[in-house]
């Protein structure tokens, strides 16, 4: 089915280690979100892509690294976890930048101790 | 700066109408939308808004005022499901959302 996956649903981690979160949309959207949820932030934009091989940060880049080589893929990486990225993370894709919504995954409750 | 407030938590009741209000203060403006929430799950979209006015959708509108940076989301005929998060979000060159409304809907 048409859609916008992301995995693992949860993950627990060690501080220090390297974590990437997948997500792949069967949309071919050309946009395409990371964001983080926390308890009183709300939704807060990591990176964005407007296209493959194009990336830009959002609001709250650092510890975070992306890439998308392929439009359907968006994975986000944290290149060495720490206790403050623990969060639940969303992936979302539009269609266009204008007036359409951004549909979300169902997101990564990730756990770093 | 960027700025997006919504009240935090608001209560009503089934059957009611209720309105959830969001202003903001952003550098540009393409336009507004909201989401609604449920715990524990993604966000789904719920309405644009790009020009000044009412948008209706069945039992939910959206109203916007881009001289006043405001919106309200209008929630009629309040269901037991409409217990969620509703988000505004800005778009101007990166898209802002506001940190949530939590609506309890009381039987």
């Known amino acids: 089915d048409a859609g916008i996956t992301q995995s693992p649903r949860y993950k627990i981690t060690e501080t220090g280690r390297q974590v990437t979160l997948m997500c792949h949309q069967t949309?071919?959207?050309?946009?395409m979100f990371w964001y983080r949820q926390d308890l009183g932030h709300g939704l807060r934009l990591i990176y964005y892509?407007?296209?493959?091989?194009?990336?830009d940060k959002g609001e709250v880049p650092d510890g975070y690294v992306v890439s998308r080589s392929k439009t359907e893929n968006f994975p986000l990486t944290l290149e060495s976890a720490t206790r403050s990225q623990t969060s639940v993370y969303f992936c979302?894709?539009?269609?266009?930048?204008?007036?359409?919504?951004?549909?979300f995954g169902d997101g990564t409750r990730l756990s770093i101790l | 700066g960027q700025n997006i407030d919504q009240p935090t938590e608001m209560t009503a009741t089934e059957g009611a109408i209720v309105q959830i209000n969001c202003t903001y203060q952003t550098s540009g403006f393409n336009g507004l939308f909201w989401y609604q929430q449920h715990a524990g799950e993604a966000p789904t979209f719920l309405s644009y808004n790009v020009l000044d006015g009412l948008e209706e959708k069945g039992r939910f509108s959206s109203f916007l005022s881009r001289s006043k940076g405001y919106s309200y989301l209008l929630l009629k005929e309040l269901q037991m499901k409409d217990s969620a998060s509703y988000l505004c979000?800005?778009?101007?060159?990166?898209?802002?959302f506001g940190k949530g409304t939590r609506l309890h809907i009381l039987p």
């Open positions: 949309w071919s959207h050309s946009y």
């Open positions: 979302a894709s539009s269609e266009s930048w204008g007036n359409q919504p951004q549909h």
């Open positions: 892509s407007a296209a493959a091989d194009i990336t």
């Open positions: 979000a800005v778009r101007d060159d990166k898209i802002i």
